[in-house]
């Protein structure tokens, strides 16, 4: 059924491939659907059945919920801050020891070329450290009393609950931390619903979580379809609030199901984020950069830079090394230490972009690198070629629509103004970014862009202590930043007579 990686260095993590279908992990342990029921996951780079995984219905959710709960209300309830710090620096350590599994099944489950998932690991434990010093970094405060008498008032923080976590396909191996050490910084627990596409990190985390000593019932996943598991989370009367990332529709959704009690939502949804590329920009970093502002991951970020504006008189100059650039990256094999792309993540999303590619096409756009799908020892996978559309209005679809994929578009401007005018002529607001040499362009641009985060002659770098929020139909809530953790925390206002 499975189909072990090319290279040796990357065995791990096929032991726990091979130990049966996947199940939910509730309460500590491994648990199968109430349903018996299972869907298959699907190794990208060949096409081929990679595991089964338990199908989560409303009262797999339940379960879940119920242990969440539980375990909120008893022993993790006892926890001090300084023991959830340090319980969280033990989980750096066992994260450190298994690391190169995990990479591994991140690369199995969603093709992410192995190289990369093992680079990922100094972010992993940067953002794990930075949670366990949150941890002892939260606190109310005491105001100044306008009340008569003998008076003191103040707040309190403290833990909101159960947390439900619904988290993406494309790099689940990070974004379940985004939930995870919120929770456990706080005293919180958490539901987590991975993505049917790519669940084996989340489910071997969770594991290796008590196995580091989190408690049993602090840490749950229920794998299954987001219309079936993800749904029943979203709308669960027992949880306190939801953390998704993910589509804008699906978010919408979200929205809806959380009135049932009012829990608290944050949402990071789509982007089409513009990137704009000045005359005075250095365009040995420029070109580079935003192509794989575009490429990386193959294109499965939200925060990729999909429409980059070229100003008009290095417009030619620029197209001709951004294809000459495009048509150079390796795509290939994840297991392959040379490749730089590996495939997209499903079927689905394989259609979904060469459906575009189409599209751009039918538009008017004119292909300068790419637009095809890969074929020879590739083509039983989901690969795309870098694919690079020049001529492209922002009227467009392929200007305005997320596709998800490796496929940039490049739109000319002549002033700032204009330049300015059309990165903020969309519906999103994740992020964005310039190029340029010059003090009073960066200025202008970097208060110009409408979004939550800008990037200024790089792309797509991020810090855990640095927050950052979506604007307009990108979502809300802090992502990162003490105000991230603040969002796992309601404030009490108290009074105190002391006559």
């Not at 923080?157 to 988290?167: D, E, F, H, N, T």
């Not at 669960?236 to 009012?262: E, L, Y």
């Not at 001709?320 to 993540?345: C, N």
């Not at 641009?445 to 990108?474: E, H, R, T």
């Amino acid at each position: 059924m499975n189909e072990s990686p090319h290279n040796t260095h990357a065995q791990q993590g096929i032991a726990f491939l091979n130990d049966g279908p996947k199940k939910h992990f509730i309460d500590g342990n491994f648990q199968p659907s109430m349903s018996g029921e299972s869907i298959e996951a699907f190794n990208p780079a060949t096409g081929k059945r990679l595991a089964l995984l338990a199908r989560g219905r409303k009262e797999d959710v339940d379960a879940a919920v119920s242990a969440a709960r539980k375990a909120f209300e008893g022993p993790w309830s006892r926890f001090t801050p300084h023991q959830r710090a340090t319980l969280l620096m033990k989980v750096v350590d066992v994260l450190e020891r298994n690391y190169e599994e995990l990479a591994t099944l991140e690369t199995l489950d969603m093709g992410a070329p192995l190289k990369r998932t093992l680079a990922m690991k100094n972010v992993l434990m940067q953002t794990v450290t930075y949670f366990s010093a949150q941890a002892l970094n939260w606190s109310g405060s005491t105001i100044p009393n306008s009340l008569p008498g003998n008076f003191t008032t103040l707040t309190i923080k403290a833990p909101l609950g159960v947390v439900g976590g619904i988290i993406p396909w494309n790099a689940p191996l990070i974004s379940m931390w985004w939930i995870i050490g919120g929770a456990l910084a706080t005293g919180c627990t958490a539901v987590i619903k991975p993505a049917e596409d790519a669940s084996l990190t989340t489910l071997r985390t969770a594991q290796l979580l008590v196995e580091a000593g989190v408690p049993a019932g602090v840490i749950n996943v229920v794998t299954g379809l987001g219309g079936e598991a993800g749904e029943a989370l979203s709308a669960h009367p027992d949880v306190d609030r939801i953390v998704f990332t993910g589509s804008t529709v699906t978010g919408r959704k979200i929205i809806q199901a959380s009135a049932v009690n009012m829990k608290r939502v944050q949402l990071e949804l789509g982007g089409k984020s513009p990137d704009i590329v000045f005359a005075d920009a250095n365009l040995d970093k420029a070109v580079p950069g935003a192509a794989m502002g575009v490429y990386n991951n193959s294109g499965q970020i939200c925060t990729a830079g999909t429409r980059v504006f070229v100003q008009r008189s290095i417009h030619e100059e620029f197209v001709a090394r951004l294809a000459d650039y495009s048509k150079k990256i390796k795509v290939g094999d994840p297991f392959d230490p040379d490749t730089q792309l590996g495939p997209l993540v499903s079927e689905a999303q394989l259609k979904r972009v060469m459906s575009y590619v189409e599209l751009g096409g039918k538009e008017g756009a004119t292909l300068a690198a790419g637009g095809t799908r890969l074929g020879g020892d590739l083509a039983n996978g989901y690969y795309v070629a870098p694919t690079v559309f020049d001529g492209v209005h922002n009227d467009m679809r392929i200007a305005r629509e997320e596709i998800f994929g490796p496929v940039l578009s490049l739109i000319t401007f002549d002033t700032e103004e204009e330049a300015l005018k059309l990165a903020n002529d969309t519906a999103y607001g994740l992020g964005g970014g310039f190029w340029t040499s010059n003090i009073r362009t960066l200025t202008k641009m970097m208060n110009g862009i409408k979004a939550g985060k800008i990037w200024v002659n790089c792309w797509s770098l991020n810090d855990p202590a640095a927050g950052f929020a979506g604007y307009k139909q990108s979502g809300y809530g802090v992502k990162g930043g003490r105000d991230h953790v603040e969002g796992f925390l309601y404030e009490k206002t108290i009074y105190i007579n002391g006559d």
